[in-house]
């Protein structure tokens, strides 16, 4: 190219004037078109299949990326839809255990306030029970002591010393007679 351009200005420099821009030359057209013409069926020769080869490689690849993408996108949806359901689902389980739970501790509140109250019953009724029982001991023994006393006290009496049992027989026949009467 430069040897070209030497060669043109050299052709002009013989003539003496050099053209403007728009000036008409045969010879710069004829070469401007040769240059143009082989550097066209070179770069259609060797270039332009290398550069639509790989346009078309990149487009295929875009293309695939955008399918994947898509094809991506899709299972994004679907876990978050299946996510939401799962979580839902999640929080129905976890309110019915709360329910549930509920409902057991109630159950087993009401269980161990009926125990508490039939135990409460059964301490009342055995001290009931042992209450009687120390009571009707307590009578016997006031008793016996009621008749020792009567003994005692009618022995000084009558000065002498009475029989253990029969005199207890006739004490006790005496306190009984006056139990019935109260």
């Given at each position: 190219?430069?040897?070209l351009?030497?060669?043109?200005?050299?052709?002009?420099?013989?003539?003496?004037a050099?053209?403007?821009?728009?000036?008409l030359?045969?010879?710069?057209?004829?070469?401007?078109?040769?240059?143009?013409?082989?550097?066209?069926?070179m770069?259609?020769?060797?270039a332009?299949?290398?550069?639509?080869?790989?346009?078309?490689?990149?487009?295929?690849?875009?293309?695939?990326?955008?399918?994947?993408?898509?094809?991506?996108?899709?299972?994004a949806?679907?876990?978050?839809?299946?996510?939401?359901?799962l979580?839902?689902?999640?929080?129905?389980?976890?309110?019915?255990?709360?329910?549930?739970?509920?409902?057991?501790?109630?159950?087993?509140?009401?269980?161990l306030?009926t125990?508490?109250?039939?135990?409460?019953e059964?301490?009342?009724?055995?001290?009931?029970?042992?209450?009687?029982?120390?009571?009707?001991?307590?009578?016997?023994?006031?008793?016996?002591e009621?008749?020792?006393?009567?003994?005692?006290?009618?022995?000084?009496?009558?000065?002498?010393?009475?029989?253990?049992?029969?005199?207890?027989?006739?004490?006790?026949?005496?306190?009984?007679?006056?139990?019935?009467?109260?």
């Open positions: 190219m430069y040897s351009a030497l060669f043109l200005q050299e052709s002009h420099g013989e003539e003496g050099v053209g403007g821009p728009f000036t030359e045969p010879g710069l057209i004829i070469w401007t078109w040769i240059v143009f013409l082989v550097l066209f069926f770069l259609k020769k060797y332009w299949p290398h550069i639509v080869r790989l346009t078309e490689e990149r487009e295929r690849t875009i293309q695939k990326q955008l399918a994947e993408a898509e094809r991506l996108n899709e299972e949806k679907a876990s978050l839809e299946e996510h939401g359901r979580l839902a689902e999640a929080k129905d389980k976890a309110h019915e255990l709360v329910m549930e739970a509920k409902t057991v501790g109630e159950k087993e509140r009401e269980q306030l125990k508490a109250r039939e135990e409460q059964e301490i009342l009724n055995r001290a009931k029970r042992e209450i009687a029982g120390e009571k009707d001991r307590a009578i016997a023994e006031l008793r016996r009621a008749v020792d006393l009567s003994l005692a006290a009618a022995s000084k009496l009558i000065q002498q010393k009475l029989d253990d049992a029969g005199d207890r027989k006739i004490v006790e026949d005496y306190l009984a007679t006056l139990e019935d009467k109260s």
